[in-house]
């Protein structure tokens, strides 16, 4: 009985030790949770993307078992490649700031070797799903400019380690003209790496496009080349397009501490999303459709993708017109192919069960030849003039020094729009990201003048009368001024809660007013030169002077009776 009651006590002392040391070593590379959101909130006009905040700690342990390969095993993986000498080839000098080169810690990441344990951060549905055994194989595009070695042969072998061999037909980096071509070319003696290298700088875009062109599968995979790719990272994206292949799908993001190289589980309940200067953002799913999920493990829709880890069908992505190559170095392609996608037909979703880390920064390490504020302003405004039609607006009023500067010619892509017949911005508005709020107008007061007569409303009615003057606009001096004080809210034309509105769609119905309501076609108006033409009728408002009510008739420039200047009320 004291044997047992002994064995029972040490059992109890090797249990909350075990579970000390389990907790200890679970927080231990962990950065603040906290930390990561205030990086997230952070603001950044057109630097890098910020990590996706809310971080899940999971402390449902199922760490990924050591990976210890064997000599056979690391010689069939890695072939004839050299590893050691590769990462001896480049190290950090003793007294370098480990951050300078790469705006990461070089050493932690040496440090780390080339292959670790993860902890498998999906939800614990995932691991039961199945896939299809004859799933399509995929070429993985990897493009690069001075990625740091220790950081570029993770991302290869967590690749080459965590996806079935099967579905690897290839792994095709592109050096972007890194300073020392030796980085990529060494790494081709590794079994289905290839290696292209850029004759001059082109930045990503180009790369992909190029990496895209070579490859010979029939489903496409980009990644960074700081990524480490987590359990079964693959196999649900891949059953996804080969469902349907205008699907373009992307892992759920997570985060590679840049300070210590701790891999951290994001939040699975993020999309991406964007304010009206095209920043990119993660944003929470809306709450109807939090509710809605009783799946964890179901897709998400998302307005746009964050632009570096996705896997699109390569006949899709070339029938969708690739990229827009005149993007150059760095940014607003993601907003470019979202828009693209959605409008043209095919869906953009990021799957729970597929987990990739990534080494989150918070500066570019590289140059922009042309500078990174000018050149994120020429890609965004290519994306914007292409894709956001009369939304294109407010994108300029959230970013006015986009105004006037060069993004060259955008008539092939106007072209591929047209080809492709994609639906307008307002359809992706509507369908899409409703969500995304457009901004308030700020509210004008104006007269609407024709010569001296000023456009007057008596309640519901409409005329017009000698103007009241626009400098005493106090309701007690000047009875007549508010009922000649207008809003111009487009498409509206609005006093307090009551729009100008027609009463027939023929020519010489009369205008009216009623309660305000934008989706009203009656409502609708747009000034066309001097005069004030309404959108559905193509007529225009007419005084028709001297003496009859106020109607629409037939446009004709210049003429008097259609004559209505807005002055600014101050
Ligand atoms: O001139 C260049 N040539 C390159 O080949 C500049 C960069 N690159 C490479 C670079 O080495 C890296 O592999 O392009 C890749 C992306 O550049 P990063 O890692 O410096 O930028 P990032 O991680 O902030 O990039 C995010 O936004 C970009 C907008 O153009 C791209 O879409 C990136 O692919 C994208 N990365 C991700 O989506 C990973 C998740 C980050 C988020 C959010
Ligand atoms: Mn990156």
Same mark, same amino acid.
């Given at each position: 009985?004291?044997?047992?009651?002994?064995?029972?006590?040490?059992?109890?002392?090797?249990?909350?030790?075990?579970?000390?040391?389990?907790?200890?070593?679970?927080?231990?590379?962990?950065?603040?949770?906290?930390?990561?959101?205030?990086?997230?909130?952070?603001?950044?006009?057109?630097?890098?993307?910020?990590?996706?905040?809310?971080?899940?700690?999971?402390?449902?342990?199922?760490?990924?078992?050591?990976?210890?390969?064997?000599?056979?095993?690391?010689? !069939?993986?890695?072939?004839?490649?050299?590893?050691?000498?590769?990462?001896?080839?480049?190290?950090?000098?003793?007294?370098?700031?480990?951050?300078?080169?790469?705006?990461?810690?070089?050493?932690?990441?040496?440090?780390?070797?080339?292959?670790?344990?993860?902890?498998?951060?999906?939800?614990?549905?995932?691991?039961?799903?199945?896939?299809?055994?004859?799933?399509?194989?995929?070429?993985?595009?990897?493009?690069?400019?001075?990625?740091?070695?220790?950081?570029?042969?993770?991302?290869?072998?967590?690749?080459?380690?965590?996806?079935?061999?099967?579905?690897?037909?290839?792994?095709?980096?592109?050096?972007?003209?890194?300073?020392?071509?030796?980085?990529?070319?060494?790494?081709?003696?590794?079994?289905?790496?290839?290696?292209?290298?850029?004759?001059?700088?082109?930045?990503?875009?180009?790369?992909?496009?190029?990496?895209?062109?070579?490859?010979?599968?029939?489903?496409?995979?980009?990644?960074?080349?700081?990524?480490?790719?987590?359990?079964?990272?693959?196999?649900?994206?891949?059953?996804?397009?080969?469902?349907?292949?205008?699907?373009?799908?992307?892992?759920?993001?997570?985060?590679?501490?840049?300070?210590?190289?701790?891999?951290?589980?994001?939040?699975?309940?993020?999309?991406?999303?964007?304010?009206?200067?095209?920043?990119?953002?993660?944003?929470?799913?809306?709450?109807?459709?939090?509710?809605?999920?009783?799946?964890?493990?179901?897709?998400?829709?998302?307005?746009?993708?964050?632009?570096?880890?996705?896997?699109?069908?390569?006949?899709?992505?070339? !029938?969708?017109?690739?990229?827009?190559?005149?993007?150059?170095?760095?940014?607003?392609?993601?907003?470019?192919?979202?828009?693209?996608?959605?409008?043209?037909?095919?869906?953009?979703?990021?799957?729970?069960?597929?987990?990739?880390?990534?080494?989150?920064?918070?500066? !570019?390490?590289?140059?922009?030849?042309?500078?990174?504020?000018?050149?994120?302003?020429?890609?965004?405004?290519?994306?914007?003039?292409?894709?956001?039609?009369?939304?294109?607006?407010?994108?300029?009023?959230?970013?006015?020094?986009?105004?006037?500067?060069?993004?060259?010619?955008?008539?092939?892509?106007?072209?591929?729009?047209?080809?492709?017949?994609?639906?307008?911005?307002?359809?992706?508005?509507?369908?899409?990201?409703?969500?995304?709020?457009?901004?308030?107008?700020?509210?004008?007061?104006?007269?609407?003048?024709?010569?001296?007569?000023?456009?007057?409303?008596?309640?519901?009615?409409?005329?017009?009368?000698?103007?009241?003057?626009?400098?005493?606009?106090?309701?007690?001096?000047?009875?007549?001024?508010?009922?000649?004080?207008?809003?111009?809210?487009?498409?509206?034309?609005?006093?307090?809660?009551?729009?100008?509105?027609?009463?027939?769609?023929?020519?010489?119905?009369?205008?009216?007013?009623?309660?305000?309501?934008?989706?009203?076609?009656?409502?609708?108006?747009?000034?066309?030169?001097?005069?004030?033409?309404?959108?559905?009728?193509?007529?225009?408002?007419?005084?028709?002077?001297?003496?009859?009510?106020?109607?629409?008739?037939?446009?004709?420039?210049?003429?008097?009776?259609?004559?209505?200047?807005?002055?600014?009320?101050?």
């Amino acid at each position: 009985r004291r044997i047992r009651a002994n064995a029972i006590a040490i059992l109890t002392v090797a249990w909350i030790l075990g579970t000390f040391y389990y907790l200890w070593q679970d927080s231990k590379p962990h950065t603040s949770p906290a930390a990561a959101a205030a990086a997230q909130t952070r603001s950044r006009s057109h630097g890098q993307k910020a990590a996706p905040g809310r971080l899940e700690i999971h402390r449902d342990d199922r760490t990924i078992p050591l990976i210890t390969l064997t000599f056979q095993q690391e010689v !069939h993986l890695l072939g004839g490649f050299d590893e050691k000498a590769y990462l001896a080839g480049k190290q950090l000098k003793p007294g370098d700031d480990p951050y300078r080169e790469h705006a990461f810690n070089l050493q932690e990441s040496d440090r780390l070797g080339s292959e670790r344990a993860i902890r498998d951060t999906r939800h614990y549905r995932c691991a039961s799903l199945n896939y299809d055994t004859d799933l399509p194989s995929t070429s993985i595009i990897i493009t690069f400019h001075n990625e740091a070695r220790s950081t570029l042969l993770r991302t290869i072998k967590s690749v080459l380690m965590r996806s079935p061999p099967s579905l690897i037909q290839e792994i095709i980096l592109i050096d972007d003209f890194s300073s020392d071509p030796e980085d990529c070319q060494l790494l081709s003696q590794i079994p289905k790496v290839h290696c292209l290298r850029n004759g001059r700088r082109e930045g990503l875009i180009r790369s992909r496009v190029r990496g895209a062109n070579t490859a010979t599968a029939s489903i496409l995979t980009f990644l960074d080349s700081h990524c480490e790719v987590n359990t079964d990272w693959l196999q649900p994206m891949i059953q996804r397009v080969k469902e349907d292949h205008t699907r373009v799908v992307s892992p759920i993001i997570d985060v590679i501490s840049l300070d210590n190289f701790a891999y951290l589980a994001a939040s699975a309940d993020l999309r991406g999303g964007f304010d009206w200067s095209l920043h990119f953002k993660w944003e929470q799913i809306p709450i109807e459709q939090k509710m809605a999920r009783s799946d964890p493990t179901q897709p998400i829709r998302t307005p746009v993708i964050a632009g570096g880890i996705f896997v699109m069908d390569k006949s899709w992505f070339n !029938h969708l017109g690739q990229y827009d190559t005149h993007m150059d170095i760095w940014g607003g392609e993601n907003f470019e192919l979202s828009f693209r996608v959605w409008m043209c037909g095919g869906s953009l979703e990021i799957l729970p069960c597929s987990r990739v880390g990534h080494v989150f920064r918070k500066r !570019h390490p590289y140059d922009f030849p042309e500078g990174n504020a000018l050149t994120y302003i020429k890609n965004t405004r290519r994306a914007a003039e292409v894709w956001m039609d009369e939304y294109k607006q407010y994108y300029y009023s959230a970013r006015p020094s986009a105004q006037g500067k060069a993004f060259g010619s955008i008539t092939d892509r106007l072209t591929l729009r047209r080809k492709l017949n994609c639906k307008p911005f307002r359809w992706y508005m509507e369908n899409v990201y409703p969500e995304l709020r457009v901004p308030e107008q700020e509210a004008v007061s104006s007269v609407l003048k024709q010569g001296g007569s000023c456009l007057e409303t008596h309640t519901y009615d409409v005329g017009y009368n000698i103007c009241a003057g626009s400098n005493h606009m106090n309701s007690n001096l000047c009875p007549l001024c508010a009922s000649q004080r207008w809003e111009l809210i487009e498409p509206l034309i609005r006093q307090q809660d009551l729009c100008l509105a027609i009463s027939a769609f023929t020519s010489g119905s009369k205008v009216k007013m009623e309660p305000c309501n934008a989706k009203e076609p009656r409502q609708k108006w747009k000034p066309k030169g001097t005069a004030l033409q309404h959108m559905v009728s193509g007529l225009c408002l007419d005084s028709n002077a001297p003496t009859g009510p106020l109607v629409i008739t037939q446009c004709r420039p210049q003429m008097a009776s259609q004559t209505w200047e807005p002055q600014v009320i101050t």
